[in-house]
């Protein structure tokens, strides 16, 4: 779950984009994402590691302000314990990290990575493709089944699980796909105690916005197609929100890229259903 940013030139003082779903489909851009990142962009920008996977996609990496991911807020947290949970968390874990996909380092940080639940003291999901190994070596595949057994033997032994990426499902194509958020939810289904480090906790609003020097949130719009991340986080930390509905809800709003019609009554469903309500819709990102 990578954020990018945008400082605006009028009334909304910056613009918080999500990726998957907003910008591209995690294999190329929409139609008119490029265009629309170009116009709103601003001058003075600073690159981060993040972007290149937009710059890659065609989008011009001087247009964004920054980027902060959901890894790196939990990065952070891990590295700099923050609070009495941080500091009482312990430093033995259970990992669970991508593997096509690049599997998460974490080499710098002072935690030990365990295969067995009984020496964990917390879960970690970075991913949903493997199972991460003690020192350096690769992490190992596992099935959503496998890990689902690992959450269960978590949630018995009473661990929390930390979820550094809390979207349940992405964009690949035209696929979607499962992520941790998945494996949060059914902690919870558990009797687990979840702690989410992105969308929608409000951590990575205020990491954006300090980074951006905006203190007031109604001066932020964030831009995305969760509603149970972009939109309700967006909601409850105070920012305006542009819901772009051809994103993962694309089957409930009625809205394609061949086909841009919004299906209103399936929207207004969904908005009860997730109890948010944005302040603008709009089927993709385009001028």
């Not at 970075?126 to 190994?133: D, M, N, P, Q, T």
């Not at 831009?223 to 305006?240: M, N, R, T, V, W």
Request: hydrophobic fraction near 40%; charged fraction near 20%; charge should be negative.
């Amino acid at each position: 779950m990578t954020t990018v940013f945008i400082k605006a030139q009028h009334v909304t003082q910056a613009i918080l984009l999500d990726q998957f779903g907003v910008l591209h489909d995690g294999r190329k851009p929409y139609p008119g994402a490029i265009e629309a990142v170009t116009a709103l962009a601003d001058s003075g920008r600073s690159s981060h590691g993040a972007l290149g996977k937009l710059e890659k996609l065609g989008f011009p990496k001087a247009a964004f302000s920054g980027a902060i991911t959901s890894g790196e807020v939990c990065h952070q947290a891990l590295q700099n314990r923050p609070d009495d949970f941080f500091q009482a968390l312990g430093r033995r874990c259970v990992h669970i990290t991508w593997g096509t996909r690049g599997p998460i380092s974490l080499g710098d940080l002072d935690v030990q990575v365990v295969e067995s639940v009984d020496d964990a003291e917390f879960l970690l999901a970075h991913g949903a493709e493997c199972l991460g190994r003690p020192g350096n070596e690769e992490p190992r595949e596992a099935s959503l089944d496998e890990i689902r057994a690992v959450l269960e033997a978590g949630a018995e032994k009473g661990l929390p699980l930390l979820v550094a990426n809390p979207d349940i499902v992405t964009v690949s194509g035209p696929d979607l796909i499962v992520m941790p958020g998945t494996f949060g939810r059914w902690y919870k289904e558990m009797g687990g105690q979840v702690v989410l480090l992105g969308k929608p906790a409000p951590a990575i609003y205020e990491v954006a916005m300090e980074m951006l020097g905006v203190q007031d949130p109604k001066e932020v719009l964030a831009i995305g197609d969760s509603l149970e991340h972009d939109i309700a986080g967006a909601q409850a930390a105070g920012c305006d929100s542009l819901f772009i509905a051809g994103g993962i809800h694309a089957d409930k709003t009625g809205v394609q890229l061949t086909h841009q019609n919004l299906n209103v009554e399936g929207m207004e469903s969904l908005f009860r259903d997730y109890g948010t309500q944005p302040t603008f819709i709009t089927p993709y990102l385009q001028c």
